[in-house]
């Protein structure tokens, strides 16, 4: 396993600091939030797509997290395809979308994760879908995936450690459920499933540490992100003090 960052932890902070601080933390992989608000998006000229990889200095791109939802026909899934082709990102993180009970949803959505992968064919770059949205658990992420009908090469998910814990999953069924499709940990702190200001990992109740050991036990071998939800909390513990929290967390597992 690698230790990488979201950029959602830092909003809008421009590429080339990224990388410095990144640096600052001993930290080599980057994940970069895609958004019309962020230094990354489709609307990027060639130029600024070729600006953006110098920026990151060699850091390790684990991938772009974009706002793509299944359960909206994945719309815009085209133009991050591209971006990611430019970028030289090896996985897209899509949403699964909706809210409320997945069952209705679940159809829909696989089918157009279907759609996707065969868009995606030939790119290079992997769909990867997050336990987040209606899709909160490992099991519910599982069925989505396996009606899809692709290959564990051409999509896989994104264990985000904090929903299917306050969905009630337990860490360990999570692992199951998720299995061979496991492509992404992401480690993060609350205080409790209703009290979502991000905190140093390690000083709330999400239980990060579990989490990876149990995907370490299993042989996962791929990045460890530390997604700290900034963007959308101002009050979120500074994001070096964030960084510092998660490097800890990950060199005790």
Same mark, same amino acid.
């Given at each position: 396993?690698?230790?990488?960052?979201?950029?959602?932890?830092?909003?809008?902070?421009?590429?080339?600091?990224?990388?410095?601080?990144?640096?600052?933390?001993?930290?080599?992989?980057?994940?970069?939030?895609?958004?019309?608000?962020?230094?990354?998006?489709?609307?990027?000229?060639?130029?600024?797509?070729?600006?953006?990889?110098?920026?990151?200095?060699?850091?390790?791109?684990?991938?772009?997290?974009?706002?793509?939802?299944?359960?909206?026909?994945?719309?815009?899934?085209?133009?991050?395809?591209?971006?990611?082709?430019?970028?030289?990102?090896?996985?897209?993180?899509?949403?699964?979308?909706?809210?409320?009970?997945?069952?209705?949803?679940?159809?829909?959505? %696989?089918?157009?994760? !279907?759609?996707?992968?065969?868009? /995606?064919?030939? $790119?290079? @770059? #992997?769909?990867? &879908? =997050?336990?987040?949205?209606?899709?909160?658990?490992?099991?519910?992420?599982?069925?989505?995936?396996?009606?899809?009908?692709?290959?564990?090469?051409?999509?896989? %998910?994104?264990?985000? !450690?904090?929903?299917?814990?306050? /969905?009630?999953? $337990?860490? @360990? #069924?999570?692992? &199951? =459920?998720?299995?061979?499709?496991?492509?992404?940990?992401?480690?993060?702190?609350?205080?409790?499933?209703?009290?979502?200001?991000?905190?140093?990992?390690?000083?709330?109740?999400?239980?990060?540490?579990?989490?990876?050991?149990?995907?370490?036990?299993?042989?996962?071998?791929?990045?460890?992100?530390?997604?700290?939800?900034?963007?959308?909390?101002?009050?979120?513990?500074?994001?070096?003090?964030?960084?510092?929290?998660?490097?800890?967390?990950?060199?005790?597992?």
């Amino acid at each position: 396993m690698f230790l990488g960052v979201s950029t959602l932890g830092c909003p809008g902070l421009p590429l080339d600091r990224v990388a410095r601080m990144l640096r600052r933390h001993g930290v080599g992989g980057v994940e970069l939030r895609c958004a019309d608000d962020e230094p990354v998006h489709t609307g990027l000229s060639r130029a600024g797509r070729r600006a953006a990889r110098a920026a990151l200095d060699g850091l390790r791109l684990v991938g772009l997290a974009t706002y793509v939802r299944l359960t909206e026909g994945a719309a815009g899934l085209g133009e991050h395809l591209d971006l990611a082709y430019d970028l030289g990102a090896p996985a897209l993180r899509l949403m699964p979308g909706g809210d409320g009970d997945p069952a209705p949803l679940l159809g829909p959505a %696989a089918a157009a994760l !279907a759609d996707a992968v065969v868009a /995606a064919k030939g $790119s290079g @770059v #992997r769909l990867l &879908v =997050e336990t987040h949205d209606a899709f909160l658990r490992g099991a519910d992420v599982r069925r989505l995936l396996e009606l899809s009908g692709a290959s564990h090469a051409e999509t896989g %998910a994104v264990w985000d !450690a904090l929903h299917p814990w306050r /969905a009630g999953e $337990s860490p @360990v #069924r999570t692992a &199951v =459920e998720l299995g061979p499709w496991l492509a992404e940990v992401q480690v993060k702190d609350v205080a409790s499933p209703a009290g979502r200001r991000p905190l140093v990992p390690g000083a709330g109740a999400v239980p990060n540490a579990e989490v990876l050991t149990l995907a370490r036990a299993a042989g996962f071998t791929g990045p460890v992100v530390l997604e700290h939800e900034a963007r959308w909390y101002p009050d979120a513990a500074p994001i070096d003090d964030a960084i510092a929290g998660a490097r800890r967390l990950f060199d005790r597992v």
